[in-house]
Nanobody
Framework: QVQLVESGGGSVQAGGSLRLSCAAS??????????MGWFRQAPGKEHEGVAV????????YYTDSVKGRFTISRDNAKNTLYLQMSSLNPEDTAMYYC??????????????????WGQGTQVTVSS
C-alpha cells in the first residue's frame, strides 16, 4: 500500500515554471515497485494522463500537449516523484494528481491502471 501527498502547485503567469512533488509513504512493496504517473483534471473535464515513469525511472512517457515542456522524474531513495513544468500556458490550469500502481507495464495513461492516488495540488496559469 502507498499514500501519496502532492505539493508545489500554485498560481503562475503564462510562460512561467513550477515543480510539483509527490511524496510517498509505502508499506509492503518498496517505492521502486510502483509505476508512477502524473494526471490532471480541469473543471468539467475528465482526468488526463500527463506523464508516466517506469519503476527505476529509465523510461518516461508524455502526452503530446506537454512534450518538451514537462519533465517527470523520480528519486527512489527519497520515495518522491517530481514534475518539472515550464512554458506553462492557461490550458495547463488544472488539479494535478500523482498516481501509483505495482501492476504491469509502466506506460499507461489510463486512470484505471492506477490504484493509488494523492489528493491533488492546484496549478493555475494566468495569461
Amino acid at each position: 500500500q502507498v499514500q501519496l501527498v502532492e505539493s508545489g502547485g500554485g498560481s503562475v503567469q503564462a510562460g512561467g515554471s513550477l515543480r510539483l512533488s509527490c511524496a510517498a509513504s509505502v508499506s509492503g512493496y518498496t517505492y521502486s515497485s510502483y509505476c508512477m504517473g502524473w494526471f490532471r483534471q480541469a473543471p468539467g473535464k475528465e482526468h488526463e494522463g500527463v506523464a508516466v515513469i517506469s519503476r527505476e525511472g529509465g523510461a518516461t512517457y508524455y502526452t503530446d500537449s506537454v512534450k518538451g515542456r514537462f519533465t517527470i522524474s523520480r528519486d527512489n531513495a527519497k520515495n518522491t516523484l517530481y514534475l518539472q513544468m515550464s512554458s506553462l500556458n492557461p490550458e495547463d490550469t488544472a488539479m494535478y494528481y500523482c498516481a501509483a500502481d505495482t501492476r504491469g507495464f509502466c506506460g499507461s495513461f489510463r486512470p484505471s491502471s492506477y490504484t493509488y492516488w494523492g489528493q491533488g495540488t492546484q496549478v493555475t496559469v494566468s495569461s
